[in-house]
């Protein structure tokens, strides 16, 4: 059975720009073709009036217009395919089934790796000295693109850091630098997550996975008194804010 042309020329265009799209957007296109292909094939294509013979035009496979989903034996299969293809690259569905089951181990680590290392990326403090200030007044995350809080109640976006630090509302607070318990306590319990880390873990058949420690809160006079002495609890004039060197844990693999 021949296709109308136009779908056929989305099924091309598609298929021509699958590793400029991302696994979501792939498969929300290829089902929308599916849904179109329905529709051009109803029967209410048939009632219409008989037109000109025109070039036949290359069969699409049949199982496309099934769904990428129906060419996997099972869930798993698909979900790991699916990871594969959103976090490395686009693999045609055909040349995944032809791969070997250690092949398909590899990318299964390869992919879930990647998960970890872009978590780090996105969702870790800067590194303490590209901005002291932040880093030592902050509560949780902080971002040199984003908005933070500080622990004077202050929230806002990170560009206007040294507007706020000479505020009247962060002066008047500096002449105590008093941080509400619960504020600490919160501080205090994202510090022990980080610490802990994060497990993404492979996908079937293969168990474990990659332990990563994000850092979104640093440590600061108020969780960790005893690392500030007194000296380095204020800025002096003309000096920058004392910041801990920072240890950060290397991602881990674990074993199930």
Same mark, same amino acid.
């Given at each position: ?10 099924m091309r265009v598609i ?108 969702y870790r403090n800067p ?43 962060? /002066? +008047? *607070? ?8 619960? @504020? $600490?306590? =919160? ?15 492979c996908m079937r058949p ?32 003309? /000096? +920058? *804010? ?8 290397? @991602? $881990?693999? =674990?074993?199930?």
């Amino acid at each position: 059975m021949t296709v109308n042309p136009n779908l056929a020329t989305l099924m091309r265009v598609i298929e021509e720009n699958q590793d400029k799209m991302t696994e979501g957007e792939y498969l929300e296109a290829m089902n929308a073709l599916c849904a179109l292909h329905r529709v051009a094939t109803s029967g209410v294509a048939a009632a219409a009036p008989a037109l000109p013979a025109v070039a036949a035009v290359p069969a699409v496979p049949v199982n496309l217009f099934g769904g990428v989903r129906s060419l996997f034996g099972g869930h798993d299969d698909y979900e790991l395919w699916s990871r594969v293809t959103r976090v490395l690259r686009h693999i045609n569905p055909n040349s995944w089934l032809s791969m070997s089951q250690e092949q398909q181990n590899e990318l299964n680590r390869e992919s879930t790796l990647k998960i970890a290392k872009d978590q780090e990326r996105v969702y870790r403090n800067p590194n303490p000295s590209s901005c002291p200030f932040v880093a030592r007044h902050a509560v949780g995350y902080w971002r040199t693109d984003d908005t933070w809080t500080c622990v004077c109640g202050y929230s806002g976006k990170f560009k206007h850091w040294q507007k706020h630090e000479k505020s009247a509302r962060h /002066q +008047e *607070w500096a002449q105590h630098r008093i941080v509400p318990a619960k @504020i $600490v306590t =919160i501080m205090q319990k994202q510090i022990q997550k980080d610490e802990k880390g994060t497990v993404i873990q492979c996908m079937r058949p293969l168990s474990g996975g990659f332990r990563y420690y994000l850092i979104r809160q640093e440590q600061n006079e108020w969780t960790h008194p005893e690392l500030f002495p007194a000296n380095t609890r204020r800025r002096n004039d003309g /000096q +920058e *804010w004392f910041v801990l060197q920072r240890h950060v844990r290397e @991602i $881990v693999e =674990i074993f199930e």
